[in-house]
C-alpha cells in the first residue's frame, strides 16, 4: 500500500486503526532547536476528542499522547518524532453483528476488494479515529508556522440548510470556541445545534461546510506545475474521511463570474503589492500571494446510522438490511475542523521549507 | 523547485514553457509491450490544440509530437517515454508593453516572489500550454486504461449560468465532438457559445464547470490514508491552471443531505455487489468501489482579457493599469475536458499499477 | 531532514535514539494477509542485542518488541506495521564528562554543523542502537521473501588480517550460529575472537568484512537505470554506520581482470539458463540474473575507545584530549550481520514488489 | 520501472537509449538565477565523448547538446532544464546476427526477464550512452557548486594491476587531461595505456579504478539514517554501469585496521576544526565533516570483446557461441572519470539543497 505518508521535507506518516493497541504519526523532517512540549500537542488532540459535548459521538477517550522521539531538552533535535496515543475504550462487540454486512457510505466493501479482507471494528484504519496522526503532526507544523507568526484556523460555515453569516477573518479564532458547533456566527450556531440534535434523534446525521484560514502566509509558496499550493491543498484535505469537495477562495462560484468580475486587481499598500478582492483565495498559479488563504471542504453526513439501510450479507451473498449501533457522530464537522487546520499546517510547514523560508535543519535565530 | 513530476509507479514528468524552444513530458513507469504510435498521442493533442473553433484562442500552433525514447518497434520498451512538441507561432513582442505590469488573475507577481523574475512571455511556465504535458502522458495512460476496458471522458456541464442537462454517461462520448463547447447537452452548448461569444465581443471570459466520468473502473483503487483515489485525484486537477475546486460524486450538495439521503445502499447484480445510486461518486474511503467515478472540477475564467484593469508598474512601484491584447480564449472550458481527462488517466493509471492491477514491468497476455 | 525512510513499495520509516525513550519503525507497504507474530520479529532481534558474549558491549538491554498496528488476527493487514523498543538501561551519566567533546570517527561535529547541537548521549540518533529500526523491518521482509522461498544469510568473512576460508553458500546459516563471530569457518572463527579479545584488553577495536548472500533470488529484479538492485543495495548497506565500502561479486578484484576472466558463460541449465560461475555476484545491468546475489561490506573498527586521542574542546574552542569509558563492542562485525541481512531483506522486498513478484495489496494464494 | 529518476530536491531524470533517436535528462530543482549556456554543457559531454583516442570506441558521435527548456536570458529560470543529443552514428547492423544470443557480463538476459524482451541494439537503455544523461545534469549540478567554490574531480587511480602514485588532491584537475588515460601520475599513465592497447590487440578488455576527490565541501551534508551523504554517493555510482564496487577514505582497507589507527583526530585549525588525517574520507556518520570527500568505485573491464565466448541462442533454445564484432571501449574508466565526477556533483547539488545551504527557488546575492 505505502501510502500513508505525506510531504517531500517536512514528512508525515500515520499509522493505527480504531480497535488496534495505538494511532500515532511521526514526523520527519521537522528542523532542530523547535521548542516542543507534550502539552503543545495534547491541546490540539483535545480539540479533537471525542465525548465532549451532545453532539458528538460517546465513544470516550482521554487521547493522551506520549512522545517516543525527537526532542531532547524540550526542543526538537532535528530526528523523527514519533508520537502515539493509545486506545482505550475500544467496544468491539456492537461489530460482530454486523461483521458480514458492508455499511452503506463506508469503504468496507472497497478494503475487501483491495486488502481480501478488512477490519469490521469500526473501520479499522480506515476510521476518523486515524485522524489523531493528522491532529498531532499538525500541533508540531503549526509550531513551526508560530515562528512565522503564521496562524491557521478552521470553522464550521453551513450545516444542512443553514450558513452562517460572514465574519472577520481575524476574529473567527477567538469565536469558534464559543458554541460546540465550532461556528464563529453564534445567532447560526444555535440554529446548527437544534438541526444536529433532531437528526440524532430521528437516527440520522447531517452534512456541513468546514472552512480554513491561513493568516499572515508569505508570498511565493508552491510548487508548479504539479505541487501547486492549491493542489496539495487539496489532496490532504480530499483524503480526510467524508470530504466530497473542495475549492478555494470563489471555488464553485466562479463558474458563474466574468474576469472581470473573478480578477483580484493589485494595488500598492504599505506593506508591499496587495489585492483590493481576494475571489483567488491568497493562491495565483498555484502560489500563494500574500493574501490570507481561504480554502473550503464539504464533509458529508456520518454514514454510520441506526436507521434501517439496505446491505447485502457477504457469507451468504444475498440482500440484506443493516442497523447501525455503535456510538457516533450525528455531524462529524465540528471535530474536523482540528483535522482540516492540521492539514493545511502539514502542507503549509512543508511549502515553508521546500521554499526556502524555513531552514530544512534548524531554526535560525532572529 | 522539483515539482514538475506526479505519480509513484506511472510517474510523469512535464517541461517548457510558452515562449521557450519546446514544451513535452518523460513518462517513466510504463511497462513493456503496449502498442503505441505518434497517432495515438497526436490525436489527443488535436483535441487540445487552439485555432479550431471561433470560440479558441487564435494562436495557431500545428503542436505536432516527436517521440524520442521509450518506443522499440511500435510497442514501449519499459524505458522512458519522452515526447516533446516545439513551439512554433510565438509572438512574444506584444507581452514587452506590459512586462513590468502583473496581470489581475495571473500568477506574475507570485512567481516573481518566488524565483525574482518572471517570464512575462505568457506566462512562461504558468501558460496553459504546459498542459501539453498532460496529454502526451494521459495518451500514454489511456492506451494502458484500454487493456482493461476502462475509459474516462470529459464535458462541460455548466457555462456561466447555464446548466447542461443530465445526459447518460455511456453516451457522453459520443455527443460532445457535435459542438464546439463540449457539451454534451446540444441545446445548453448552443446558450453556452452564444454566452461565451457575446463575453469574447465586450472583451471579457467566462468560468464554467467540467465534470470527468470514468467508465468501467475496478474496486479497489487507492492507497489510503493519504495517497486515497479522491485525494490524487482532487490534486492532479486542481494543478490545472485556473480550477478553483474540485467535488466527487454528490460534491457540495453532501453540505445539505442527510446519511440516509447520502449513503448509496448496497444490492446482489449479476456482475457483483453494486449501489443503488452513486452519490458517492464511485469512491468510497479513498478507495474505488466498481461505480463509474465522477469528479467536477470549476475553471475560472481565462483572466487575460482587454477590458481595462487595475494593476501595478513594478518598474516605478506606482499604480497602474493594464489591458490585455494577446490572443486568448474567451472561456477555457471546452479545451480543458482533454486535460481533465489526461489527468484522471494518468492518476488512474498509476493506482492501476501501485494497487496490482497491472504488471509494472510488462503488458501480460490474457 | 526527512532522511529516515527508504523504499517505494515497502516503505520503511524508523525513529528512535539511543538515550531516548524508544526505538522503532514503521513498515508502510506489506501487503495484507502474510501471517506475522511477535515471535518473527523478537528472533530477529535477539541476534542483534548486545550484551550475549564477551566479544560485544555489556550493555545489557532485552530489548522487547511491542507491536502497535498493523496486524489483524495473526496477518498483516495491509496497513503501517509499527513496532517499537522501549530503551532500558541508558546510562547517560558516562557522558556528561565528554559532552564538550567530539569522539574521534564518530559524527558528533558533524551533526552539530547540520542541526546546531549533537546528542552527546551515545550519538543520539547516530547511534548502532537505531539499527534496531531495520532489524524490525528486516523481519517483515524476511517473511515476505519466504513465501517466494528466497533467503538471506549474512557471515562474517574476515576480521583484521584473518580472512575465513569460502564455505559452500547453502551451508553458512547453520554453521555462523556455532561461534560468536558468526564467521562460517569455525577455524578462522577461534582466530578471530582472540584478536577481538585482545583488542578488548588493549582498549582498541578492530575492523572486518560481512557478506550476505540471497539464496534463490528470481530473475528481473532492479529499476534501471538509477533505482538498480545494486545501486539500492548499496545505499541501504552504505546506511549502516560505520560501514565504508560496498562490492558485489568479485567487487575490487574486477580492476584486475580481464573481461574474459570477469564475464560469466551462459549454459543451459535444467532449471533455466544460468551462469557457469557468479563473478557479477548476480546482478548484471541492475538487474537480477537469478544466481545467488553475493554482496560484502567493509566495517571500520568501533570508533569508541578506551586509549587516549586527540580532540578538541567545544566549550572552550581548544586543543583537547579524549578517554572514552563507555560499554563498546571491541569489533561490531558479529552483531552487524543481522542488519545486513535485515537491509539487504528490505530491498529485496521493495523491489519484489516493484517488480510485480509480490502483488502489492494482498498475499495470493498460490 | 520508474527508477529512471534520482534526487529529492535538485531531481534528474533520464531518458534515452543507444540506438533510438536521442538520449537526455531533465533537471527539476535547479533554482532560478543560476547562469547556464549551451557551452557549459558542451564542454562536459566533450570529455566523455567517444573517438577521441586509441584507447576509446571508435563511434564517433558529436554528442551536441540542445537546450529546450528551463533557460531565460542565459540564466536558469526555476522551471525543469531539458537537454538532449540526438543520436547519429546508429550502427544496428552489427547486432542482427547476434540477437538472440545475450552477451556474457550484460544485462541482455536480465533485461527480457524483466521486460519480456531485450533491445538487442547496443544494449539499448542498458548502454553505457544513457550516461550521457548524467553529464548533463552534472554539468548544471557542477556550476551549482561553484557558487559555493566547491569542485569535483575524478581520476584513474589503477588500471589493471598497475597502480598510480598518490598525487595531491589540489593537482589532479591539472594533471588527468595531459594523457588519454586521465590518470594523474603520468608514469603510470604510460604503462596503462600500454597495458590497454595490449589488450585491445588481443581482443580483450581490462578494468580499473576511479577515485572521485570534493574539494572545499561544507561541513554539515547528508540526511542519516537512510539518506547519509556517503549512501547516496554510493548509490549513485553503483548505478553506472560496469561498477561493482564503492568505497570511501580508507575503504576496504578499514577491515585490517583498529580504531587508534582509523580514527582521524580533531584540532583547532585556522578555519575551523579540522583532523589531521582523512580516513574517514570526508564523510562521518553520514554527514560531511568539511575535509575533502575522497570516493573510489571499482569499474570492470567492458564486457563486449571479440574474445569466442560460450552463451545460450534463446531461438533454439541451446548452447551457443559468440563473437562480439561492435566497437568497444577496451577500457572504459577514462570516459568514465567523467560520469563519475557528474554523478558525485549532482548527490551534492542535492544535499546542497536538502541541506539549507543553497536557496531552493533562487541563487541569493551575497
Known amino acids: 500500500m505505502s501510502g500513508n505518508s505525506i510531504g517531500e521535507m517536512f514528512k508525515v506518516t500515520t499509522f493505527g486503526s480504531s480497535?488496534?493497541?495505538?494511532?500515532?504519526?511521526?514526523?520527519?523532517?521537522?528542523?532542530?532547536?523547535?521548542?516542543?512540549?507534550?502539552?503543545d500537542i495534547q491541546d490540539e488532540l483535545d480539540k479533537r476528542r471525542p465525548g465532549t459535548s451532545e453532539i458528538t459521538t460517546s465513544r470516550r477517550e482521554t487521547d493522551q499522547v506520549e512522545i517516543l522521539s525527537g526532542i531532547f531538552k524540550g526542543k526538537t533535535d532535528g530526528t523523527p518524532i514519533t508520537c502515539l496515543v493509545f486506545n482505550e475504550d475500544m467496544d468491539s462487540s456492537v461489530y460482530e453483528s454486523i461483521k458480514n454486512k458492508p455499511r452503506p457510505g463506508h469503504g468496507d466493501l472497497c478494503w475487501t476488494a483491495k486488502f481480501g479482507h478488512y477490519d469490521y471494528r469500526g473501520g479499522g484504519r480506515g476510521s476518523g479515529r486515524t485522524t489523531i496522526g493528522q491532529v498531532i503532526a499538525g500541533a508540531v507544523a503549526k509550531k513551526l508556522l508560530k515562528t512565522l507568526g503564521i496562524s491557521v484556523v478552521s470553522h464550521v460555515t453551513q450545516i444542512g440548510h443553514i450558513k452562517a453569516n460572514k465574519v472577520n477573518i481575524n476574529l473567527i479564532e477567538s469565536k469558534i470556541m464559543q458554541n460546540p458547533v465550532r461556528?464563529?456566527?453564534?445567532?447560526?450556531?444555535?440554529?446548527?445545534?437544534?438541526?444536529?440534535?433532531?437528526?440524532?434523534?430521528?437516527?440520522?446525521?447531517?452534512?456541513?461546510?468546514?472552512?480554513?484560514?491561513?493568516?499572515?502566509?508569505?508570498?511565493g509558496m508552491g510548487e508548479p506545475v504539479f505541487d501547486k499550493l492549491d493542489a496539495d491543498l487539496a489532496k490532504i484535505l480530499m483524503a480526510i474521511g467524508s470530504v466530497k469537495g473542495i475549492e478555494i477562495g470563489a471555488g464553485f462560484d466562479a463558474a458563474n463570474l466574468t474576469a472581470y468580475e473573478m480578477n483580484d486587481e493589485f494595488y500598492i499598500a504599505k506593506d508591499g503589492i496587495r489585492t483590493t478582492t481576494n475571489q483567488s483565495g491568497g493562491i495565483l498559479?498555484?502560489?500563494?500571494?500574500?493574501?490570507?488563504?481561504?480554502?473550503?471542504?464539504?464533509?458529508?453526513?456520518?454514514?454510520?446510522?441506526?436507521?434501517?439501510?439496505?446491505?447485502?450479507?457477504?457469507?451468504?451473498?444475498?440482500?440484506?438490511?443493516?442497523?447501525?449501533?455503535?456510538?457516533?457522530?450525528?455531524?462529524?464537522?465540528?471535530?474536523?475542523?482540528?483535522?482540516?487546520?492540521?492539514?493545511?499546517?502539514?502542507?503549509?510547514?512543508?511549502?515553508?521549507?521546500?521554499?526556502?523560508?524555513i531552514h530544512p535543519s534548524k531554526i535560525l535565530k532572529n
Open 19 to 39: 480497535h488496534g493497541p495505538a494511532v500515532g504519526a511521526v514526523v520527519d523532517g521537522c528542523p532542530a532547536g523547535l521548542e516542543l512540549s507534550k502539552k
Open 183 to 219: 461556528c464563529a456566527d453564534q445567532s447560526a450556531a444555535k440554529k446548527m445545534e437544534k438541526l444536529i440534535l433532531e437528526l440524532k434523534e430521528d437516527g440520522d446525521s447531517i452534512g456541513g461546510i468546514v472552512e480554513t484560514v491561513v493568516l499572515n502566509p508569505p508570498p
Open 285 to 357: 498559479g498555484g502560489i500563494s500571494n500574500g493574501m490570507p488563504i481561504i480554502v473550503r471542504m464539504v464533509v458529508k453526513p456520518t454514514p454510520s446510522i441506526s436507521k434501517l439501510q439496505k446491505t447485502v450479507d457477504l457469507s451468504k451473498m444475498e440482500d440484506s438490511e443493516i442497523q447501525i449501533k455503535g456510538r457516533h457522530d450525528p455531524c462529524i464537522c465540528p471535530r474536523v475542523t482540528i483535522v482540516a487546520e492540521s492539514s493545511v499546517a502539514i502542507v503549509l510547514a512543508d511549502h515553508l521549507i521546500r521554499g526556502g523560508f
